[in-house]
């Protein structure tokens, strides 16, 4: 019998799902009076798709999920690879000189994958790029893939096509001093951008990548969202970060505004970031993960300051300058109990164009002259606050000491008289009055093996990092002024000090990360041996007292 090959394609409906579902379908699976049996005809019955995809990147598909016409689509069933190509109203068919698979039983399932990017490739992937400059024409839709994987039958052939990409989305609103215009001409970057993705595994899931990068993605502008008065969108390959980085960079008017945070860009995830953008700063309000096609509806509202945490008080995270002079960090602490750190920049000239560097971040705020008479007496004016330098005195570790002896015996003698001081106490900030004594301690021993060796290395730290003449100087911190360091100010555990600080110390140039490692501390261990010294896990935020002669960290601070 001649076979007769007559092609037939069912209508599907589709209703207001967040997933739109590809539907395979058959020739005969429209006309059941063609069908009397399990057996269907060799031949007859050519399996074709009708495919539509979730969040539909822009420019590839309508609202209506129609495509736009003559893309490549890779079908496999088994190990069998064919190319598909895709009609506007999202119709597959077998290319041209392309056998289409058929159906032979109306009982049968096939196992199918597809996947379509604009680079064809027949052979699965093994990784998928995107564009740098998505802003330009075709840029955007040219890096998304996606991707269908489904068992199906003759009577239920439904496919669902997904992204591989991760979607940002940016929205714009113009806050206290930016206008609307300011906003609409912004450009907007994403920084530290891989554009090569970890390896698809045969699930099609995309390991994320961790290691750091420097590329830059220009995104596409975007249909403006409610309330906003921008918004961009940038498909980036999935990542994930376990310390807070530059990832949005806002150019307005030649400011700069950066949002640093950690990520988790899982494949075919959205993450909405609507931020105000205002003279003094800008405030973030981040979505986490949603489905693609789910945009944020939430417009960005001022919050209530909580009294000195506004742009003008002295707040933790503040620069402090080589002139004795400091500036708003971008700290901010709300009426609710959140806070947020905004992208300010240092301020490297004074009010008359003088030049000025930062030389250390604000991360305590008061008084600490009752702590420490010996820092009042000395420095009377030193009531605002504490700051830590930008970098560890040394590269490496160094020892608290090369012997056992118990320093305290001498610093805190009755014949020291008024100068004398415990430093084994450990509720108190007196730091300063510890580095002057162990500073005289190191200065009466002729056996260099008894000298308290972080002393001279920070001597050294100030020599080639001068302080304002306003300040106590560097000095060797004393464990309570380590505790608050690590923990944050009022904290009694964690180490939301140390995030806080390294968020800052990445808007400046030269300064270094905590190593999540051990720190000394300058008051000793009340050991009757002598032979151990306060020191601090910046990994975990606890206090422990190490082994003199073991190597730690150190990093100074000063009063002002």
């Not at 009397?36 to 007859?44: F, I, M, P, R, V």
């Not at 698979?101 to 027949?122: G, I, Q, R």
């Not at 996606?146 to 992204?163: D, E, K, Q, V, W």
């Not at 405030?283 to 919050?303: C, D, F, H, L, R």
């Amino acid at each position: 019998m001649k076979r007769e090959r007559k092609q037939r394609t069912c209508k599907v409906k589709f209703g207001s799902w967040l997933m739109a579902i590809a539907v395979l379908t058959t020739l005969g699976s429209c006309n059941n009076d063609e069908i009397n049996s399990e057996t269907l005809e060799d031949g007859k019955y050519p399996m074709t798709f009708t495919a539509t995809v979730d969040g539909m990147t822009q420019a590839r598909a309508t609202t209506a999920n129609t495509w736009d016409g003559n893309e490549k689509v890779v079908m496999q069933i088994g190990n069998e690879v064919k190319e598909y190509i895709a009609a506007t109203n999202g119709t597959l068919t077998a290319n041209t000189g392309v056998t289409p698979w058929y159906w032979t039983s109306s009982t049968e399932t096939k196992t199918v994958s597809a996947w379509h990017s604009t680079t064809y490739s027949a052979t699965k992937p093994i990784s998928f790029s995107v564009e740098t400059n998505q802003g330009a024409a075709t840029s955007y839709q040219q890096s998304d893939m996606i991707y269908a994987a489904a068992t199906i039958s003759y009577g239920n052939p439904a496919l669902t096509f997904r992204h591989l990409p991760a979607k940002v989305v940016v929205n714009l609103k113009a806050g206290e001093g930016v206008t609307a215009t300011d906003v609409q001409g912004a450009t907007v970057s994403l920084v530290n951008q891989h554009l090569t993705s970890g390896t698809i595994a045969a699930d099609w899931s995309v390991a994320q990548q961790t290691a750091s990068s420097s590329n830059t993605i220009t995104p596409a502008v975007a249909t403006t969202a409610g309330g906003f008065d921008k918004s961009v969108q940038a498909l980036v390959v999935p990542q994930q970060t376990t310390t807070a980085g530059r990832f949005i960079s806002i150019t307005i008017g030649g400011q700069e505004f950066v949002y640093s945070t950690v990520l988790n860009l899982a494949a075919g995830t959205q993450h909405t970031y609507d931020i105000t953008v205002a003279k003094t700063g800008i405030t973030v309000m981040a979505s986490g993960a949603e489905p693609w096609g789910v945009g944020s509806t939430t417009n960005v509202t001022s919050k209530e300051l909580v009294a000195g945490y506004a742009a003008s008080d002295l707040k933790l995270g503040d620069y402090y300058y080589s002139d004795g002079a400091w500036s708003d960090g971008g700290y901010r602490k709300y009426a609710d109990n959140t806070t947020a750190t905004l992208f300010i920049m240092p301020m490297l000239k004074d009010a008359g164009g003088k030049a000025r560097t930062v030389v250390g971040i604000v991360y305590w705020v008061g008084d600490i002259t009752k702590d420490d008479p010996l820092l009042k007496a000395k420095h009377s004016g030193c009531t605002h606050g504490l700051v830590v330098a930008l970098q560890d005195i040394s590269a490496s570790t160094i020892k608290w000491s090369t012997s056992s002896e118990t320093v305290n015996a001498w610093t805190n003698h009755t014949d020291r008289g008024a100068d004398k001081v415990n430093i084994t106490v450990e509720n108190k900030m007196q730091g300063y009055s510890n580095t002057q004594a162990l500073t005289a301690y190191n200065a009466q021993q002729n056996n260099t093996d008894l000298k308290v060796l972080p002393i001279a290395a920070i001597a050294q730290y100030t020599t080639d990092h001068p302080t304002p003449t306003n300040s106590s100087g560097w000095y060797f911190p004393s464990v309570m002024e380590l505790k608050y360091m690590c923990r944050g100010q009022g904290c009694s555990s964690g180490t939301s000090g140390k995030t806080m600080l390294e968020t800052q110390f990445w808007k400046v140039g030269g300064a270094s990360f905590f190593q999540p490692f051990y720190y000394w501390s300058s008051s000793e261990f009340p050991d009757y041996y002598g032979y151990r010294a306060r020191d601090m896990d910046f990994f975990y935020g606890n206090v422990d007292d190490g082994r003199k002669y073991d190597g730690r960290y150190v990093r100074s601070i000063l009063a002002f």
